[in-house]
């Protein structure tokens, strides 16, 4: 690990200390009450649709001996799962983060899926300075702290800036990402089977990009888990 990163998961650290859990709903303010869960009060989680498990998206890539991506999401991306992202993003109120990963390990726990590595979807460097975090690694960060997995931070790395994802139509978005991910050690992802982890799903062209390059690096297997993700109309 250089230097760099070392700094970088420091102040991620740090950021950590600036919020005491428990005390008060991470979205309301207000007082947790006894059927609180993840630091968000009663009302407030009513408001969150938690959803289903073995509910998934499948990506559009699959490899020549017809491997895919599964992609699944905790939570619908509305209401106050929507203010929970909007705080962490950019309001760096990074300490959500480690609840937003409770949520998702509790997701997962109801699932079959094997991975013995976990990777964030990478930012743009440019963007990670703006920002000073990358949303995705610190819930990368805290499922492998509460999974026991290891977490590969910097092997998986954006080579370009992309557009603002909103602003794109379908296809748009799929040429927008495009061989926009690399990775520095492809050596370290043969034979692996790879959880990549993001904060919201919306077309999945993103997860699809990385989860290619993933299997091109060798990987047994590749599934994603966001913590939200964009509905569909009819759901
Ligand atoms: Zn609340």
């Not at 990163?5 to 950590?16: G, M, Q």
């Not at 040429?175 to 043969?190: D, G, M, Q, T, W």
Request: glycine letters at 8%; proline letters at 2%; a positive charge.
């Amino acid at each position: 690990m250089g230097l760099m990163s070392e700094v970088r998961l420091t102040w991620e650290a740090l950021l950590d200390l600036v919020y005491p859990p428990g005390l008060s709903c991470m979205v309301c303010k207000g007082k947790l009450d006894k059927g609180s869960a993840y630091g968000i009060c009663t009302v407030c989680l009513k408001e969150i649709s938690f959803i289903e498990n073995k509910r998934w998206l499948q990506a559009a890539y699959t490899t020549g001996d017809g491997r895919g991506i599964r992609m699944f999401s905790a939570v619908a991306y509305r209401g106050e799962a929507k203010k929970l992202i909007y705080a962490l993003k950019y309001k760096h109120n990074t300490y959500l983060s480690r609840e937003m990963a409770e949520i998702m390990k509790d997701f997962l726990s109801g699932e079959t899926i094997d991975f013995d590595l976990i990777i964030p979807v990478p930012l743009y460097n440019k963007k990670k300075r703006r920002r000073g975090f990358n949303q995705a690694a610190l819930l990368a960060k805290y499922l492998g702290i509460k999974t026991g997995v290891e977490v590969a931070h910097t092997n998986l790395i954006r080579t370009r800036n992309t557009r603002i994802m909103h602003q794109l139509s379908r296809l748009d978005r799929r040429e927008n990402v495009r061989a926009a991910f690399r990775l520095k050690k492809p050596e370290n992802i043969s034979g692996r089977s790879i959880l990549i982890i993001d904060d919201i799903l919306t077309t999945g062209a993103t997860i699809e990009e990385c989860g290619k390059v993933l299997y091109e690096a060798g990987a047994e297997a590749v599934t994603a888990m966001t913590f939200a993700r964009g509905m569909l109309e009819k759901e």
